[in-house]
């Protein structure tokens, strides 16, 4: 969605991503695409906030379980190098472990949940945090942009 605040362009995308590798480097990739075409002006700033169902770094980002890297987080990475995107939920937090979903079984802790912004934001967001959510396997994860 393309809009603009306080004569600031903006594109906010919400997003659900597909769990099974396979079928993420399509979304991912088709989502790198369409992004393309919405940030045609340097001036837009970009965010990106869903449930990507990826570990962007699997020593801080996963607890338990297999935690091998997927082949779709190539394309997210890519995606924030072109878009000069930033995970600002781990700029803020660079060393700590903290999980946007678990298992029932808490064996199992990923953080899956993000928010990638415009790194020209990053002055401009006020504290970005992992709080808790009810009546779901996922945490709530906040960001106010100023």
């Known amino acids: 969605m393309e809009v603009e605040i306080q ?3 903006f594109v906010l995308l919400n997003i659900y991503a597909p769990n099974k590798c396979a079928k993420q480097c ?6 790198w695409e369409e992004l393309k075409d919405f940030v045609t002006d340097e001036d ?11 570990i962007l770094d699997p020593d801080l980002d996963g607890r338990g379980g ?7 987080v190539r394309y997210v990475e890519d995606m924030t190098i072109e878009h000069d995107l930033v995970d600002i939920w781990r700029i803020r937090n660079p060393t700590e472990e903290r999980f946007t979903w678990r298992q029932k079984s ?3 802790q990923r953080r899956l949940d993000y928010w990638l912004i415009s790194n020209d934001l990053q002055e401009d967001v006020e504290p970005v945090e992992i709080i808790t959510a ?13």
């Open 26 to 31: 399509d979304f991912f990739s088709k989502l």
């Open 66 to 72: 297999n935690k091998k890297r997927k082949d779709s």
């Open 106 to 108: 808490q064996l199992i």
């Open 44 to 54: 837009k700033s970009v965010v990106i906030g869903g449930d990507f169902n990826v």
């Open 7 to 9: 004569d600031s362009p």
């Open 134 to 146: 009810i009546k779901s396997d996922h945490s709530a994860t906040d960001c106010t942009v100023n």
